[in-house]
């Protein structure tokens, strides 16, 4: 027993150092298929203040636009409660914002109840942008900083 526990304490050290920066497998997939397609972007690399109470939110992936202004992308394979609130008051105090969301699976549903909106029903909800596992190429267009497709 203790020793198929070590065998999975390992693994999970194993999974965490082959993710590098990034906090979990579907980030480091989706910046692998952003260094695939040639769009440059940074990781977060930004701090935005929300309230209440006051807490700062750290953006998973920002991208230069055209115009010079950033595309905040946060991606995520499970949508909390907690995820909901912070997303939905971030664009509400920051309508400056182009923040976008991508998921890993946008037609999963919020809560296992009966008649439960989407992930991508929530969006559209609260009139933010998704889409899902990648992005695509209609905001491809909209990004101004392209490096050499590896």
Partial sequence: MAQSRTRNNTRKRNKK??????????????????QKKGIDFEYENLKIKWTPP???YNPDFMFEKHDGSLMIIET???????????MKMVVEQHPEL???MVFQNASNKITKASGSKTYKEWCKYH???WSEKTIPASWRKEIKQQIKAA
Avoid: L
């Fill in 54 to 56: 006051q807490k700062t």
């Fill in 98 to 100: 182009d923040v976008r």
């Fill in 127 to 129: 009139g933010i942008k």
């Fill in 17 to 34: 150092r082959n993710m590098g920066k990034f906090r979990s497998m579907f980030e480091k997939n989706f910046a692998q298929d952003c």
């Fill in 76 to 86: 995520k394979g499970r949508f909390t409660a907690a995820d909901r609130t912070k």
